[in-house]
């Protein structure tokens, strides 16, 4: 009698092969914008579509962004329900990863800024109290004006790695290049985490692998972006990972705690899922005794991480006020900075000059410490009336969901409350949705749209739509929430 074989993965329909390659056709119509216009060091500040439309290769760049985004994010839109295979998700996005890996930087210019902030700290000078204009970084006018005079707003941990790529580089040529490897690692490390999640979870691997890592910002932000949000989502994922695998255990609480601290010390945004992480390493009985018990240990391994990293790095904790110049950049993708502009716009109307935007933002911020608060307390709820879960379904099945999904949706308000919004911020919420949400269509589509908003060379479209952009955000923001209010009243009823 022969033993069975491998089992036979299933035959791929012709559509998702015409995913695969139209998204590879896009991935490519990319890179080869960003070489005709991408954010190149010697490319020209402060420019406006119609200034790169007039350009020699204006005309060239801006088709080939337009068709190249069309293409990726129609292919990605296309498999949202999931991929044939995760293997088959797998391959798929490392296909389209590879024109963007080596095109130049694109959409964005905040690599240069990486780089200068870690030449100053390689030259003795401590990023979180100079500015890189004042530190004297060589490359200088590759940087966003805006971005000069403002200390670093990234953690010890991400200086480090911005200074080593720094030392291995040499030139700016070489820092870009290391920069860009150190975002692909990040990224490894959440492909590696997110089939175990996934499962955990109860989703289809397949989903979530091609959500988190074949979508448009991905590949355009993180990969030829080379943004540092990457190497937080991989630290988050991996900390979260230990917890749901090894709840209770004191030595992987304290080891996901430190990974957890590392993704803080990258950016601080991070920290708003460490308390569903603590709800996801309490193994059996949900009681607060318990919560203490196993959260202390998780605090300890992120308080060690915090204090280790701060000693190790020279700086201390100056990079927790080098976070407020975040909010520098004004633009209406952010809705309370929109809702903010328009309430300036009506004071106008009447001759008043309300100043609206950073009462907005305020008011904001506390709204989003309330909803974090929330989600936690019905998180916490939920899983209090599951202590007797095993008669129904598997505990850790009920505890990764709840707790995954809670800081899934902890993201999902950090964005959309913060006081400013750029593309890649959705890839954060982005990846532990795709791990947990049950539709997807709601947050698929805004990925989608954002993917649009920067053009090669890292213009922003929200930059030149001040006024059109801040009411039809007012509007979107107003409409969801009617909408919410009426299906809490018929849950009610």
Known sequence: MTAPGPPV????????????????????????????????????????????WRAPDGPATLICWLAGTVLLVGAWWSLREGAPSTRWAYVTAGLWALPLLVAPPLGSRDVYSYACQGWTYAHGVDPYTVGVAAAGCPWLDTVAPIWRDTPAPYGPVFVLLAALAVGLGGGL??????????????????????????????????????????????????????????????????????VVRRPGRPAALLLAGALLGLAVTVKASAVVVVPFAVLAGMPDKYTVRALLRHGGWLAGGLLAALLVTSAVSGLGFGWVG???????????????????????????????????????????????????VVLWWRAWQTLRGS????????????????????????????????????????TWPLALLALTAARTTWFVLPAAAAAFLALPDGTNLARVTKAPGALAMTALLLTALVRAARAARRRHR
């Open 173 to 242: 040529t070489g820092t870009i290049v290391a920069l860009r490897v150190i975002a692909v690692a990040g990224l490894l490390l959440a492909a590696l985490c997110l089939p175990a999640l996934a499962r955990a979870a109860g989703v289809p691997a397949r989903r979530a692998v091609w959500l988190a890592l074949a979508g448009p910002l991905v590949g355009v932000h993180l990969v030829a972006g080379a943004h540092n949000d990457a190497v937080m989502l991989g630290l988050l994922l991996c900390g979260l990972l230990v």
């Open 387 to 426: 202590n007797d879960a095993r008669r129904v379904a598997p505990v850790e099945t009920t505890r990764s969901q709840v707790a995954l999904h809670g800081a899934a949706l902890a993201l999902v308000a950090t964005v959309v409350l913060s006081p400013v919004f750029h593309p890649w911020y959705a």
């Open 322 to 372: 080098g976070l407020t110049h975040s909010g520098d950049s004004e633009q209406w993708t952010s809705p309370p900075t929109a809702v903010g502009f328009v309430v300036d716009y009506a004071g106008a109307l009447v001759g008043r000059d309300p100043q609206a935007v950073p009462v907005v933002r305020a008011v904001a911020l506390l709204l989003l410490v309330g909803v974090l």
């Open 9 to 52: 993965p299933p035959p791929v329909s012709l559509a998702a092969l015409g995913a695969r390659y139209a998204g590879l056709a896009g991935a490519v119509l990319l890179a080869v914008a960003g070489y005709l216009g991408g954010a190149l060091p010697d490319a020209p500040l402060g420019v406006t579509p119609a200034s790169i």
